[in-house]
């Protein structure tokens, strides 16, 4: 079994930036795909990064692409998402997941976090 933390997110206005972390321990795969998703009030969960354990290869949502970047952390199985230029529609609930797959894809997660509140005001 794979527990995934995170931590991180928050209140910010519009504009400004915010950090998520994720780390991934337990019994499994050695690496780990490691990305998030997200969910919005009302709204289907959706694919927002990854990246993949196998040759750092990242993928992101259309939504936030120029705006977050998705990174690797020094610890092993450690995941990193910044996240600038925020907007409100960005506000959701932010769950880390992760995947013995060597590159990342936009959904088909074995395993994932609690989440964390994002919240942006306008």
């Known amino acids: 079994q794979v527990h995934l933390v995170e931590s991180g997110g928050g209140l910010v206005q519009a504009g400004g930036s915010l950090s998520l972390s994720c780390a991934a321990s337990?019994?499994?795969?050695?690496?780990?795909?490691m990305g998030w998703f997200r969910q919005a009030p009302g709204k289907e969960r959706e694919f927002v990064a990854a990246?993949?354990?196998?040759?750092?290869?990242?993928l992101y949502a259309n939504s936030v692409k120029g705006r977050f970047t998705i990174s690797r952390g020094s610890v092993q199985n450690t995941v990193s998402l910044q996240m600038h230029s925020l907007k409100p529609e960005d506000t959701a609930v932010y769950y880390c997941?992760?995947?013995?797959?060597?590159?990342?894809?936009?959904?088909?997660?074995?395993?994932w976090g609690q989440g964390t509140q994002v919240a942006v005001s306008s």
């Open positions: 337990g019994r499994g795969f050695r690496y780990y795909t």
């Open positions: 990246i993949g354990w196998s040759d750092g290869t990242t």
């Open positions: 997941v992760a995947d013995a797959a060597p590159r990342p894809g936009p959904s088909g997660y074995d395993y």
